[in-house]
């Protein structure tokens, strides 16, 4: 198992709390991303760069991740591609994309966008809180122990 990171826009807290995992574990964590990252010293921690263009970071995350592996990312359609091959998402906030929710988030982000594209302010979502931090981390933690068990 790998986690893969959609690191463009994923909050540097939350790189931090992978970084972490990655040599505790240990476990192999690769950043994908469209512009250069800085990664810490480890040999489990490594960095993609991609170049620039529309969803090409997400279709290389696509192309890479395996059955069973963890991708992080708050975009929902990479999330349900990820799915499909049989890989795990889990966005920044702790949440998990499962078959069971998917579908629902894919029809509320394109209800959204068509509200956004005829003039209706939707806002965004909320500022990043410790709290999200906390809550990815724990949500973390159980999905790895969850992985560390035996299969019987």
């Not at 949440?95 to 209800?111: A, C, G, H, K, V």
């Not at 003039?119 to 979502?125: C, I």
Request: aromatic share 6%; with cysteine; proline share 6%.
């Amino acid at each position: 198992m790998q986690i893969w990171v959609d690191a463009d826009a994923c909050p540097s807290v939350i790189k931090d709390v992978l970084f972490r995992v990655a040599d505790r574990l240990p476990i192999h964590v690769t950043l994908v991303a469209n512009k250069l990252l800085r990664t810490p010293p480890s040999r489990f921690i490594h960095a993609i760069q991609v170049p620039a263009g529309f969803d090409v970071a997400d279709n290389e995350i696509v192309r890479l991740a395996n059955v069973g592996d963890l991708v992080i990312t708050g975009d929902i359609p990479l999330a349900a591609d990820v799915l499909e091959k049989g890989a795990h998402a889990l966005n920044p906030r702790g949440e998990f994309y499962t078959q069971d929710n998917i579908q629902q988030m894919l029809r509320m982000r394109s209800f959204m966008e068509e509200l956004r594209s005829s003039g209706v302010e939707t806002g965004g979502p909320a500022a990043f809180s410790q709290a999200d931090t906390r809550a990815f981390a724990n949500q973390l933690d159980r999905f790895m122990a969850r992985q560390a068990r035996p299969k019987v």
